[in-house]
């Protein structure tokens, strides 16, 4: 009887589910701006986290500090990565490096030095994640680059607004895509273009955005004295996530003659409400130090009321690359349902660097018009690893859109013909409003373009308002809109679908909110001609 109990919870504690380990948040901080992050830390132990603490001055002699030398810190935050258990993510706070800041020793966490290619003796936080040296990181790094306490106190209010924001609003499932003119040659410009709308065809149908391609061949273009103020604009109502295209410098973006963001744009422009994730795919857009000074990353990030995070280049990175690097991260955030934390989205981008697949023709092509082929791929990919760095919290938690509301709809829509829409909705969407809106698709042209006069031709103002007239209509992808009540835990309206449907198929977006809960519902309609429908509507 004894040998049976003994052997039954053996067995038991063989096939009993094991706990996972909650994942460890690293914080390594400069000591002047410990208290700065203690509010971050508190939250990230009240969502569960695992959280450690290291100071600079635990491991670093100040000789070190001054010096920026981290290879013992580095070690250091391996060795707690490898001993735990569960998974790890690091968050670096401190100044880049001393310059002319007074008590330095307490405020700089020193970077490592790239290893690889361009890279080699240049600024990377890359090592902090690589446990194993000469592979890919394989733990998110970011870093709150403070100068001082302010500073460090506005990064940590940032990160904490945006994941405690309570009110619903169009931002949570808004993207806004800023792009430069490419300025190779036409064919490669519009090869560009047409690897740009194959993303956004992959887009998941819940995102909604805008965009701006600075580029006359684009539909998304604008007058070159309306480039700044539409873009500064655009980023001020606030998204999920910017992205950035395009080339660009330290100092800002390329807008060929005219002028688009720059860094001082950056440091000072106010969002008021979805603050966002920028990703900047422009050259040295995170540029750590140098002799043209930081990038406008750097100086975003820096901005307490700028995004949340930002991802981006310390180096001139290659058109091959960045490709890669940004269909890591469509393909893992924006193709589908968005992952828990930005980290998951960052590893995503550096696995697209390392491992991603690009076909010969497209990379010998843009590696001839902004590349170089005297560097083999195997060692860009290297490179870039080192070169891309993320300003921000790995763990920040991203913005999530519930989807737990059932449509009762017809899965085909007919032009000129009424789409009638039912809907049950659970208990916390019990007193919401709800907006129906029937959509284009994002890759769609729109309808009533103009054809826009050639630039040596006839009047510029009528051009430059036939432009902006375009750039509307190319970002207006709402056709049809209603509204409704739920009464009873259910909603019913009825869209009068327009006469003229060139497209061979629409989104129906239902939206339902109150003033602190809501949810979206997304359902693809293939467009159905008339005879189509009739003949269907005979088949037995």
Same mark, same amino acid.
């Given at each position: 009887m004894i040998r049976?109990?003994?052997?039954?919870?053996?067995?038991?504690?063989?096939?009993?589910?094991?706990?996972?380990? !909650? !994942?460890?948040?690293?914080?390594?901080?400069?000591?002047? *701006?410990?208290? &700065?992050?203690? !509010?971050?830390?508190?939250?990230?132990?009240?969502?569960?986290?695992?959280?450690?603490?290291?100071?600079?001055?635990?491991?670093?002699?100040?000789?070190?500090?001054?010096?920026?030398?981290?290879?013992?810190?580095?070690?250091?935050?391996?060795?707690?990565?490898?001993?735990?258990?569960?998974?790890s993510s690091i968050l670096l706070v401190g100044a880049i490096e001393a310059g002319r800041l007074a008590d330095a020793e307490?405020?700089?966490? !020193?970077?490592?030095?790239?290893?690889?290619?361009?890279?080699?003796?240049q600024p990377s936080d890359c090592g902090y994640g690589c446990l194993e040296g000469g592979k890919p990181p394989t733990i998110a790094v970011g870093r709150f680059p403070a100068h001082s306490e302010e500073e460090a106190r506005a990064m940590t209010a940032k990160t904490l607004e945006y994941e405690d924001a309570r009110h619903p609003g169009e931002w949570r499932r808004r993207l806004t895509i800023l792009a430069g003119v490419p300025a190779y040659n036409p064919f490669v410009d519009r090869l560009v273009e047409s690897l740009a709308m194959a993303r956004l065809a992959r887009l998941s149908p819940m995102w909604s955005g805008r965009a701006i391609y600075s580029n006359p061949q684009s539909r998304f273009t604008l007058p070159d004295t309306q480039l700044h103020? /539409?873009?500064?604009?655009?980023?001020?109502?606030?998204?999920? *996530?910017?992205?950035?295209?395009?080339?660009s410098n330290p100092a800002g973006l390329y807008g060929g003659g005219a002028r688009y963001l720059d860094r001082a744009d950056w440091s000072r422009l106010k969002i008021e409400r979805g603050k966002g994730i920028f990703f900047t795919f422009g050259c040295n857009g995170c540029q750590l130090k140098g002799n043209e000074g930081e990038g406008y990353g750097v100086a975003a990030m820096r901005n307490a009321d700028g995004p949340a995070a930002v991802v981006g280049s310390h180096g001139i990175c290659f058109a091959s690359?960045?490709?890669?690097?940004?269909?890591?991260f469509f393909e893992s955030t924006l193709a589908k349902t968005p992952p828990e934390r930005l980290g998951d989205s960052w590893l995503a981008i550096l696995n697209g660097l390392a491992r991603g697949k690009i076909d010969d023709f497209t990379y010998r092509l843009l590696d001839t018009v902004d590349g170089d082929k005297n560097i083999p791929q195997a060692t860009q990919r290297r490179e870039h690893l080192e070169m891309f760095v993320l300003l921000g919290d790995p763990a920040l938690r991203l913005p999530r859109m519930a989807s737990d509301f059932e449509l009762i709809v017809e899965k085909s829509i007919v032009a000129g013909d009424k789409l009638v829409v039912r809907g049950t909705v659970p208990q916390r969407l019990s007193?919401?409003?709800?907006?129906?809106?029937?959509? /284009?698709?994002?890759?769609?042209?729109?309808?009533?373009?103009?054809?826009?006069?050639?630039?040596?031709?006839?009047?510029?103002?009528?051009?430059?308002?036939?432009?902006?007239?375009?750039?509307?209509r190319a970002n207006?992808?709402?056709?049809?809109?209603?509204? &409704?009540?739920?009464?009873?835990g259910t909603f019913q309206a009825t869209i009068d679908a327009p006469a003229k449907l060139p497209w061979s198929r629409l989104l129906l977006r239902v939206h339902a909110a109150t003033d602190s809960e809501e949810g979206t519902v997304v359902q693809s309609l293939e467009v159905k001609s008339k005879s189509t429908a009739r003949q269907r509507g005979k088949q037995p």
């Open positions: 049976f109990a003994w052997t039954a919870l053996i067995l038991w504690f063989a096939t009993a589910p094991s706990t996972a380990a !909650p !994942p460890q948040w690293i914080v390594v901080t400069a000591p002047a *701006f410990r208290k &700065a992050v203690e !509010p971050l830390c508190q939250h990230r132990k009240k969502q569960g986290f695992h959280v450690v603490v290291v100071q600079t001055t635990d491991v670093l002699r100040a000789d070190d500090l001054r010096a920026g030398d981290g290879r013992k810190l580095c070690e250091y935050v391996h060795k707690l990565c490898r001993q735990y258990k569960g998974s307490t405020k700089v966490l !020193p970077l490592l030095s790239g290893t690889v290619g361009r890279m080699k003796d103020e /539409r873009a500064e604009r655009y980023v001020r109502d606030g998204q999920a *996530f910017t992205l950035y295209l395009g080339h690359m960045v490709q890669l690097a940004a269909d890591g007193e919401a409003r709800i907006r129906l809106t029937l959509e /284009r698709t994002v890759d769609s042209l729109p309808d009533d373009l103009e054809t826009v006069p050639n630039a040596s031709r006839g009047d510029s103002k009528a051009r430059d308002r036939i432009l902006l007239a375009n750039h509307d207006r992808f709402v056709l049809v809109e209603r509204k &409704a009540k739920v009464e009873g």
